[in-house]
């Protein structure tokens, strides 16, 4: 399978826990993308990496939340103290450059987190 | 608030029927994407526009980019069962690679 992979697809947590999720994207892509999605609603931008660099990430984002990237392959969302209001579908998409701005998203399955 | 809003947020039709998706926003976009989204996947990409007024036609699906660059329409025919799914719109702004999804349009297509 050489889709967008991620991994765990489904967490269950306490409350003040931290929690990691994994991403591995289509390995000739250079842009990589994470999403938080909650049910019926669209996905809202969470942060974007070219390569290993973090180019962007949403204001929204508190500091509990980080991301990775290290080698410009895999990449690594970390949750620190998690609160119940981060139950939601983490997404990560992944995509090519030379496709422009236009580039297609293509989309893991996605990591659920729920917080107790 | 999102920087992309879909109406309606829901929608139920019968088998057969046409509906329109619509994607607004105050912020010019230099391309704008649809998606279909089923449960426990991801989206999937269906089209696309980057020319504003630019109308496409995927079968039974057309997309059309406002002139302006700031909205988009879904409009599908006869719509099956197999439609059912929640349609997201995605914009990237000018200034960025980063692509901002609409809020989302939940259509539930009854036989």
């Known amino acids: 399978d050489t889709g967008v992979s991620q991994d765990p697809r489904h967490k269950i947590t306490k409350r003040g826990q931290n929690v990691t999720f994994r991403c591995d994207p289509i390995s000739e892509h250079n842009r990589l993308y994470w999403y938080r999605q909650t049910l019926g609603q669209g996905p809202e931008f969470l942060t974007y990496?070219?390569?290993?660099?973090?180019?962007?990430k949403s204001r929204l984002l508190s500091d509990r939340f980080s991301a990775e990237r290290p080698k410009g392959s895999f990449s690594t969302l970390e949750i620190q103290r998690t609160e119940q209001g981060d139950s939601a579908m983490y997404l990560c998409?992944?995509?090519?450059?030379?496709?422009?701005?236009?580039?297609?998203?293509?989309f893991g399955e996605g990591s659920r987190l729920t917080v107790l | 608030t999102q920087l992309l809003e879909q109406s309606p947020q829901f929608l139920s039709i019968q088998e057969g029927e046409n509906l329109t998706v619509y994607c607004n926003s105050s912020s010019v976009f230099s391309s704008l994407q649809w998606y279909r989204q089923e449960p426990g996947e991801g989206p999937v990409l269906l089209v696309t526009?980057?020319?504003?007024?630019e109308v496409k036609k995927l079968k039974r699906l057309t997309f059309q980019f406002g002139d302006a660059r700031k909205d988009s329409s879904l409009h599908i025919t006869a719509a099956q069962t197999g439609d059912t799914g929640l349609y997201l719109c995605a914009g990237a702004l000018d200034t960025g690679n980063q692509f901002y999804f609409g809020t989302g349009t939940s259509l539930t297509v009854i036989p």
């Open positions: 526009v980057v020319t504003g007024g």
């Open positions: 990496f070219q390569n290993e660099a973090q180019l962007e």
């Open positions: 998409a992944s995509s090519s450059s030379s496709g422009g701005d236009t580039g297609e998203l293509f």
